[in-house]
Each structure stands twice: as C-alpha cells, then as structure tokens.
C-alpha cells in the first residue's frame, strides 16, 4: 500500500501549494519528512539543492525523487501522477470557467487589473534571479570581490543578442551555459 | 481546423502535436529557477515565434495558473494545452512538461553527491543562470509595453505592476495577496473594460 500512500501524499501536496515553487516547500518537508519519515533531513536539503540546480518545478523534483527511492520507477510514476492530479482538474474546470465568461465586463476588469500586477511579480522573480546572478553572496554589495563580473558579461551579452537579433532564447541559454562551464573551471 | 484571435487558422494535424510537444518538452528541461522563468519562455516561443498565442492570454494564463493550486510551469502548460488543442493537447502539454525534470532527477537519484561538486557542472549552472536572468528581463520588458499599450490605462496599470513589484521585491508580501488587489482594483477602476476588442487586434 506504500503506493497508495505516495499518491495520496503527493496528491496532497499538490492541492495545497498555491503560489507555487516555494511555497510548497515546507508542505513537502511536512509530508515527506516529518509524516511518513521517507527522507531524512539531510536527504530533504540535498533534494532542494539538486532542485535548484536543475530544471523544472521543485515539487516535480521531489515527486519523482522521493518516489524513486520508496518504490522505485513505478514509485516516481506514481508520486509524480499524484502531484499533477490536482492541477489537472482544478485548471481544466477553471479553463472551462476562463473561455466561457471572458467576455464578460466583469471578468473583463478582473483581468485588466491583474496583468499589470502578474508583470510586476514576473519582473520580481527576474530582479531576483538577476541579483543571485551577479552578486556572489546574493546580497546587493557592490565590492569587486563580491560581484561576478563574468556573469554581468554574459547577462548582457544574452540580452543584446536576444533584444535586438531575436535568437532563439534556448540556444542563448545553452551558449551561456557553455561559457561558464569554461570559464569558471579554468579561473 | 481550430479559430486563433479571431484570423488565423491552424491544422491541428499529426505534425502539429509533435511540434507542440517537442516545443513544451524543450522548454521544460529549460525551466531554471522556477515558474516565471517557464512562462518568460513560454511567451517567447508562443506567442512571438509561433504566433499561436496573444499576450493578453498569455497574462491571463500566468494569473490563473498563479493562483491555483500546484507549481506554475504545470498550470501554465495545461492551460496552454487546453487552449490550443482541448483535452488532448493538454495530455501532450503536460506529460512534455513533467518528461524532462522527471528524467533528470531519476537519473540523478542514483548519483547526484558526486555533480554537486563538480566545477564544471557549477560553472555551466552559472553561466545558465545569466542567460536565464536575461531571457527574463527581456520578456518582462515585452510584457510591460503591451500592458501600457493603452493610453486610457497606461497611469494605473503602470502603478500596479511597480505596486506589485515593490509588494513582493521589497516588502515580501505573499503573491497571493498582491493577486486579490489586482483583482479588486481592477473591478473597480476598469468598469468600461468589456475585453471583446481583445479579439479584434
């Protein structure tokens, strides 16, 4: 029954993290860990390193991770389902609800005011990730010894590139990555 | 045959879901740094490239998915799933979307301690990490225009998003919260907003 358990629990986490990403983490953590006991602590902290480093949501990361070490593939399967489940009928009601009344005045408003406030929070995550870029602490501190200026050459090569010649942002990324597996292992 | 905008036609053909796959799947194993950065690429792909999609959907997409429950880049994808091809584009959106971190991470589960110390490894992730912040900036860039695209507006959208911005950035208020204002705000300064010229465009 240990894979209906991993549903269940995944499922759970799934329907209770609004607002994605981060927030979902102290639900893992409580499902994961204290709950059911499936990773130890030290195990819990090496899953959201690896899930910073690679793509794709943290929850994902942890589903399949999780899964795999309980019940092997067909554990991350299952986890990773449980997970999805929820966003699976809870968008495709909303979807129905979005296509049906947005032409409604009052959705209409709703969404008008909501675009720019998504931008704003879109353009925080960007601030975000541009200051962990730059700054090696991840504190805004403009001392030389803290500031990756390699970095700051690569942000703006990327952005030149994808600004004015419209290159395919994946390739860019994949360029970027490139460069600094070069560089910082030579310097 | 399926209506897009109100102009363009697409053949949702064999060829079609293979595109819409490989294109989600592409973008997913390219999703660094969490749900924004998916959607950044998102739009990028969708509605600048493919033309598939219009940006005031893609906003809309990014609220809903923002406020339901589960990890963003999920909720985006179904939603651009349903939207492109109902229930079966959203089976292919989502399995492309979860395929790439779900191969990763089982690959990873069997020895991962020894990647987390590599130098090479940590240099690409740096590098990544610029490009990634770049992509962002440039689509955040986009997004803002077309939101002040209109001038009756321009004032008040203009000071939603820096609200919305400085909330989170600067005072860590939960997204959450920011949303219910936006909402409220917009319900009550945008009346005469009826969103059917959206389509005309």
């Known amino acids: 029954m240990i894979f209906l358990q991993l549903f269940w629990s995944f499922f759970q986490i799934g329907l209770f993290s609004i607002g994605g990403g981060y927030a979902a983490l102290p639900l893992i953590k409580e499902q994961i860990v204290e709950l ?11 899953i959201i390193t690896i899930s910073q480093m690679t793509p794709g949501p943290i ?3 942890a589903a399949t991770f999780v899964g795999t070490k309980i019940g092997g593939a067909l554990g991350a399967v299952i986890a990773t389902v449980g997970f999805v489940m929820p966003s699976v009928i809870i968008i495709s009601i909303l979807y129905a609800v979005y296509k049906r009344y947005r032409k409604l005045s009052a959705l209409g408003s709703v969404l008008a005011g909501l675009r720019p406030a998504v931008v704003g929070l879109i353009a ?8 962990s870029s730059f700054f090696k602490d991840g504190t805004v501190a403009f001392r030389t010894d803290n500031m990756d200026f390699f970095a700051i050459i690569v942000f703006a090569a990327c952005f030149y590139t994808i600004w004015k010649h419209k290159v395919n942002p994946i390739l860019v990324i994949s360029a970027a990555g490139v460069a600094g597996g070069v560089f910082y292992s030579v310097f | 045959m399926f209506k897009f905008s109100g102009e363009k036609f697409l053949k949702r053909d064999f060829r079609f879901y293979i595109k819409l796959f490989i294109s989600c799947f592409e973008l997913s194993a390219f999703t660094f740094g969490g749900g924004y950065v ?3 690429l998102m739009r990028k792909k969708f509605v600048e490239k493919l033309g ?7 906003l809309d997409f990014t609220v809903i998915a923002q406020s339901s429950p589960g990890a963003i880049a999920i909720n985006t994808t179904l939603l651009l799933g349903f939207r492109l091809a ?3 584009g959203a089976i292919i959106t989502v399995f ?4 790439p971190p779900f191969l990763i991470i089982y690959a990873l589960s069997f020895g991962y301690s020894a990647l987390q110390y590599n ?8 590098g990544m990490q610029a490009g990634v912040a770049a992509v962002i900036t440039d689509v955040v860039i986009g997004m803002a225009k077309s939101v002040l695209k209109n001038r009756a507006k321009a004032v008040i959208s203009l000071v939603l998003m820096i609200g919305a911005f400085a909330a989170v950035s600067l005072f860590s208020v939960n997204p959450m919260l920011v949303i219910a204002f936006a909402a409220v705000s917009g319900l009550l300064l945008f009346r005469d907003e009826s969103g059917e010229k959206e389509d005309r465009k």
Not at chain 1, 124 to 131: C, D, L, R, T
């Open chain 2, 38 to 40: 998916m959607i950044s």
């Open chain 2, 52 to 58: 598939w999609l219009n940006e005031e959907e893609m």
């Open chain 2, 119 to 126: 130098a090479v490894f940590q240099g690409v992730m740096r």
């Open chain 2, 96 to 99: 492309a979307t979860v395929l």
């Open chain 1, 59 to 61: 929850s994902i990361n």
């Open chain 1, 36 to 46: 059911n006991q499936w990773l130890t602590q030290a195990e819990y902290n090496d």
């Open chain 1, 124 to 131: 925080s995550a960007g601030v975000a990730m541009v200051i």
């Open chain 2, 86 to 88: 109902g229930i079966p």
